[in-house]
């Protein structure tokens, strides 16, 4: 099934009652979110929340057992994972993936295969290994970074497949406040330049320094929407999220 979104260019993303389980658990449940273009959308919600399953369902790692992903207009609902690559959608996992023994190099070489575009890539690419600290290190194996620089080479992995949306789940996991506020920066930056992200993150002092449009998940279903300010002085919010009574 190939309906368009209405023909609404303005949206990149858009999900329609979305809904995974496994056993009896709901890990996402009639999920319904639209992201627009250029948006910088948080994504926060307590543990077992189905942030990562929501994303699994947008990469295509998992198959709704019901609802629709449009994406640019198109239903990809059941499109394989790598075809929504090429079609510009790109996940940095929550537990970092690299192959241990290549180089830096070696890493952005196989990830380039995948790329639609691979001048176009190069920019933000090779802008992002800057930014991160990683052009320096392009010889290095990925099991010499500390843990901070893998984290960021898999960011500019994501980013070597071309994508018009990136998720990234968790990215700033087992970071310094330091290291934490440079991803910041970084995303913020990133997103200036005209990329659509959706950030999963737990770390609130991230989340501060986004300080964009917010949405809380709670079971698997949006919980509350909003700006900063709404989210954090949102009662409710703050008694399942925040840890407050
Ligand atoms: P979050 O990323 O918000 O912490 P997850 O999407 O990882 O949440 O998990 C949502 C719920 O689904 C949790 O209860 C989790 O245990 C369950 N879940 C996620 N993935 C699987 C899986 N592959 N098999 C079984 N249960 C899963
Ligand atoms: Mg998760």
């Not at 790109?90 to 295969?113: C, D, M, P, W």
């Not at 659509?196 to 993150?201: L, M, R, S, Y």
């Not at 709670?218 to 949102?234: K, M, P, Q, W």
Request: hydrophobic letters at 40%; glycine letters at 10%; charged letters at 25%.
């Amino acid at each position: 099934m190939h309906r368009r979104a209405g023909g609404d260019d303005a949206v990149l993303l858009q999900t329609d009652d979305l809904t995974r389980s496994f056993g009896g658990i709901r890990a996402v449940d009639h999920l319904a979110m639209t992201i627009a273009r250029g948006e910088l959308r948080c994504l926060i919600g307590p543990n077992g929340a189905g942030k990562s399953t929501f994303f699994s369902l947008l990469t295509g790692l998992h198959k709704p057992d019901a609802g629709r992903v449009l994406f640019k207009g198109e239903d990809i609902t059941y499109l394989p994972p790598f075809l929504r690559v090429r079609r510009g959608l790109s996940l940095k996992f929550q537990n970092v993936r690299i192959y241990r023994e290549l180089t830096v190099r070696q890493h952005l070489l196989v990830a380039g295969t995948a790329s639609r575009d691979v001048e176009g890539q190069n920019g933000h690419v090779g802008w992002a290994l800057h930014s991160l600290g990683l052009d320096h290190e392009l010889e290095r194996l990925a099991r010499e970074l500390p843990h901070s620089s893998q984290q960021w080479l898999e960011i500019c992995l994501a980013l070597a497949t071309g994508p018009d949306l990136l998720l990234l789940d968790e990215p700033t996991a087992g970071m310094t406040p330091e290291e934490t506020a440079l991803t910041a920066e970084f995303v913020i930056r990133l997103n200036a330049q005209g990329m659509t992200v959706i950030v999963v993150e737990h770390d609130m002092a991230f989340v501060r320094h986004i300080a964009r449009r917010i949405t809380v998940m709670h079971y698997g279903r949006v919980f509350a929407e909003g700006t900063l300010a709404e989210i954090e002085s949102n009662q409710d919010v703050r008694r399942i999220y925040l840890g407050e009574q």
